[in-house]
T-cell receptor, first 114, second 113 residues
Framework: SQQGEEDPQALSIQEGENATMNCSYK?????LQWYRQNSGRGLVHLIL?????REKHSGRLRVTLDTSKKSSSLLITASRAADTASYFC??????????????FGKGTLLTVNP | EPEVTQTPSHQVTQMGQEVILRCVPI?????FYWYRQILGQKVEFLVS????????KSEIFDDQFSVERPDGSNFTLKIRSTKLEDSAMYFC???????????FGQGTRLTVV
């Protein structure tokens, strides 16, 4: 089974618009994280939401988590051209400690047109 | 701001050759990881390392792969005999003992020809 599937696979919007990306997962999780990757670059941690949280904000980012539906969404408000990147959700399903590891989805490629 | 650094940024190697990818994790972090991303695909977990030993490894991490923390700062991934399908971006990550955020390096792009 696939853990952490994002949709849409690609999203193209105009600067100033909001961008919403979704992520679904299969197993129970401890937390869910969103990462950004600029083309050919490293992964940058954006935000983490714990399994007992429903919504979290950080600047222009808003993340929701629905554990009953095993889904999360990432909203980027007032998008900018610099937000153009791939966005990945990653789940942590392990009890923590030395067994911690992240399972990534395939990502959503966001293009923000100036 | 502290960051995970990886070298080299790009390595081209011939099939069958050994490669060593190097990482310097953030200094007070205790958990270390290697992930890889084949072009256009998911980021996949390879191995986690804690207290000088492997904590967990994936099916991908077969006998051709090994990790080492040779000194107090470096964390290396060795591929003994590279195959074409090892071509990927390899990411190192590290984490504090507490908390859930892993910090990733910029990656090493490995091209096997």
């Amino acid at each position: 089974s696939q853990q952490g599937e994002e949709d849409p696979q690609a999203l193209s919007i105009q600067e100033g618009e909001n961008a919403t990306m979704n992520c679904s997962y299969k197993t129970s999780i401890n937390n869910l994280q969103w990462y950004r990757q600029n083309s050919g670059r490293g992964l940058v941690h954006l935000i983490l939401i714990r399994s007992n949280e429903r919504e979290k904000h950080s600047g222009r980012l808003r993340v929701t988590l629905d554990t009953s539906k095993k889904s999360s969404s990432l909203l980027i408000t007032a998008s900018r051209a610099a937000d153009t990147a791939s966005y990945f959700c990653a789940t942590d399903a392990n009890p923590g400690g030395s067994n911690y590891k992240l399972t990534f989805g395939k990502g959503t490629l966001l293009t923000v047109n100036p | 701001e502290p960051e995970v650094t990886q070298t080299p940024s790009h390595q081209v190697t011939q099939m069958g050759q050994e490669v060593i990818l190097r990482c310097v994790p953030i200094s007070n972090h205790l958990y270390f990881y290697w992930y890889r991303q084949i072009l256009g695909q998911k980021v996949e977990f390879l191995v986690s390392f804690y207290n000088n030993e492997i904590s967990e490894k994936s099916e991908i991490f077969d006998d051709q792969f090994s990790v080492e923390r040779p000194d107090g700062s470096n964390f290396t991934l060795k591929i003994r005999s590279t195959k074409l399908e090892d071509s990927a971006m390899y990411f190192c990550a590290s984490k504090l003992q507490t908390g859930f955020e892993a910090f990733f390096g910029q990656g090493t792009r490995l091209t096997v020809v």
